[in-house]
């Protein structure tokens, strides 16, 4: 793998501006995202990974906006280009898949044609070619006889089947960089493990970088290179999988490490709830769940702190206070 970066996200901070009050769902998030590599997001759900997916792309509808940092594709700002800019880039040089693939697919179109469109609308092909290479992504994506299913429409499709052809569609250009977000989590256990095995497959064989969004520790230790472990729309960890999964720092991955079923009993829980973004804590926003909580961190907000070469915590048992 070369270790250079795709993406690089700078001190991203996304608000919604709600009735009750400002709610602060990404606050200062920052990582790289490598060349060929799988960047898993993970925390528990209202943690902030899917606004920082979207906040990617722009698609942060109102009451919500982007209210600072930089993402850096290349040498471009994401947030400083016009529409225009921003739509020769979606769909194209970085694409998007849902949890729910009935998002991205269209009912009344074939799954054929929505391939199709999906690649004339970012390159001069013709539509026997367009419809060419539909069928070859299809059949990449592991759809069986893909001439025939080129001409079925999405409610013919099973639920894997769906989110399969949805994979193919963000494939359609050849993207840089893949974000999906949960895109198994509707799925039963057999066809997730495919699934994962086909991101696997993907990455390698594209070289192509992707942001996998999960709750799910058993997900990250299958397909990750690294890891973001989010929690209250903060980065609480960040390191390579077997530095987060092998040697947590934080209490809270610590916490959610311990929630993973395991033949030694019940698993644990973390006790509480993710915070009230409209009010948050002072100081480090997990101290009223954590058992290590000190005066301090009442008081201080803790930043990243390495702990050796690529493994960052925000944690005042670590680092310099
Ligand atoms: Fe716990 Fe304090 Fe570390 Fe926050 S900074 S995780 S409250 S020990």
Redesign the pocket.
């Known amino acids: 793998m070369e270790n250079s970066a795709v993406l690089s996200v700078d001190h991203l901070q996304t608000c919604f501006f709600t009735k009750k009050g400002k709610v602060m769902a990404v606050d200062d998030v920052s990582f790289d995202l490598l060349k060929g590599e799988i960047l898993c997001i993970v925390g528990e759900s209202g943690s902030g990974k899917t606004v920082t997916a979207l906040s990617i792309l722009r698609l942060i509808d109102h009451p919500g906006r982007i209210t600072g940092g930089k993402i850096m594709f290349g040498k471009k700002n994401l947030l400083e280009l016009t529409i225009r800019e921003l739509q020769d880039i979606r769909g194209n040089r970085i694409s998007m898949i849902f949890q729910d693939p009935h998002s991205s697919l269209n009912p009344v179109f074939t799954t054929g044609d929505q391939i199709s469109e999906a690649i004339t609308a970012h390159r001069s092909v013709s539509r026997k070619e367009a419809d060419a290479r539909a069928i070859e992504l299809l059949e990449l994506v592991g759809i069986p006889i893909p001439e025939e299913r080129f001409h079925e429409y999405p409610h013919q499709f099973s639920g894997g089947m769906k989110q399969r052809a949805t994979i193919a569609m963000a494939l359609a250009c050849a993207p840089d960089i893949l974000i999906a977000d949960e895109p198994t989590t509707a799925l039963d256990l057999t066809i997730q493990a495919q699934m994962l095995d086909l991101f696997s497959e993907l990455r390698k064989k594209f070289n192509m970088s992707i942001i996998y969004i999960t709750h799910d520790l058993g997900v990250v230790s299958e397909i990750a290179d690294h890891v973001a472990v989010m929690y209250a729309g903060r980065i609480m960890e960040k390191g390579c999988r077997d530095d987060i999964l092998k040697n947590p720092k934080?209490?809270?991955t610590k916490g959610l490490i311990d929630c993973l079923p395991s033949e030694k009993g019940k698993p644990a829980s973390i006790p509480g709830t993710i915070p009230n973004l409209i009010n948050p804590p002072e100081g480090?926003i997990?101290?009223p769940r954590?058992r290590?909580?000190?005066e301090i961190?009442r008081l201080r907000r803790?930043m990243p702190s390495k702990t050796n070469n690529e493994h960052y915590v925000s944690?005042?048992?670590y680092g310099d206070i």
């Open positions: 934080h209490p809270y480090c997990f101290h954590c290590f909580a000190m961190c803790p944690c005042f048992l």
